[in-house]
C-alpha cells in the first residue's frame, strides 16, 4: 500500500500563483505518493522503457516486460534472454540499459533501499552512473517515486510546453513546491 504524501502546504502556497491557482481548483489535490522500497527497480525498470516515447507506447511496452518476467527484480531481468525483452519492444539500447540497471544492483553498486534516505542530489549521482538513466530519469525517480517537494524538470518538453502555454517565465518562486508545481503545469496539457 502506498503512503499517503501531504501536499497541503504546497497547494496553499501556490494557490496564490496566477497560474497555478486556477490549475488546483480544476485538478483538485496533487496526486503523487512515494513508493515502496520494494518497487524502486520496477519503476526504474518502467521509466528506462518509457524514455522518449508516446505514454501509450511506453505502457504497451512495459506491460509485456512485466508479463515476461512475471516479476521485476534483477536476477530475473539478468537471467532473461537479452532477444526476449527486445521482443517485447525495447530498443536494443533500452535492453542495454536495463541490463545495466540490474548488474550494478545486483552488484552492489547501487544500493536501491537506501536512495529514500539520501539528499537529492545523492540520488541523482547514484542514478545517472546507471547506463542510460539521465537527470530526467532521476527527475522522474525523485518526484513520482520519492515524491521529493522541490524537482522541476526543466528540460522536460511537457513542461516547457505547458510553461509556454501559459506564459510562465519564472518557476523559481515555486521553490521548495516545484514537485506540485510541476504536477499541475503537466495536468494543464490535459483536456477536462
Not at 527497480?41 to 506491460?63: M, P, R
Request: hydrophobic share 40%.
Amino acid at each position: 500500500m502506498r503512503k499517503k504524501n501531504n501536499w497541503i502546504e504546497a497547494e496553499k502556497f501556490l494557490s496564490t500563483d496566477k497560474h497555478i491557482g486556477p490549475l488546483i481548483k480544476k485538478w483538485g489535490h496533487c496526486t503523487i505518493v512515494p513508493i515502496k522500497k520494494s518497487l524502486y527497480f520496477e519503476d526504474l525498470v518502467d521509466a528506462i522503457c518509457s524514455q522518449q516515447l508516446s505514454g501509450k507506447a511506453a505502457k504497451t511496452i512495459f506491460e509485456r516486460v512485466k508479463k515476461l518476467l512475471i516479476k521485476i527484480t534483477p536476477k530475473n531481468v539478468l537471467t532473461i534472454d537479452e532477444q526476449k525483452l527486445r521482443d517485447c519492444g525495447l530498443s536494443w539500447q533500452k535492453v542495454s540499459y536495463i541490463k545495466d540497471l540490474a548488474t550494478k544492483v545486483v552488484g552492489g553498486d547501487l544500493n536501491l533501499s537506501i536512495l529514500d534516505k539520501l539528499s537529492d542530489e545523492e540520488v541523482r549521482n547514484k542514478l545517472v552512473a546507471v547506463k542510460g538513466i539521465g537527470n530526467w530519469t532521476a527527475e522522474m525517480f525523485l518526484m513520482f517515486s520519492l515524491a521529493r517537494p522541490d524537482i522541476f524538470p526543466k528540460d522536460d518538453l511537457g513542461i516547457q510546453k505547458a510553461m509556454k502555454n501559459l506564459k510562465i517565465k519564472n518557476p523559481s518562486r515555486w521553490k521548495l513546491h516545484r514537485t506540485v508545481a510541476s504536477w499541475y503545469l503537466w495536468r494543464s496539457l490535459e483536456n477536462r
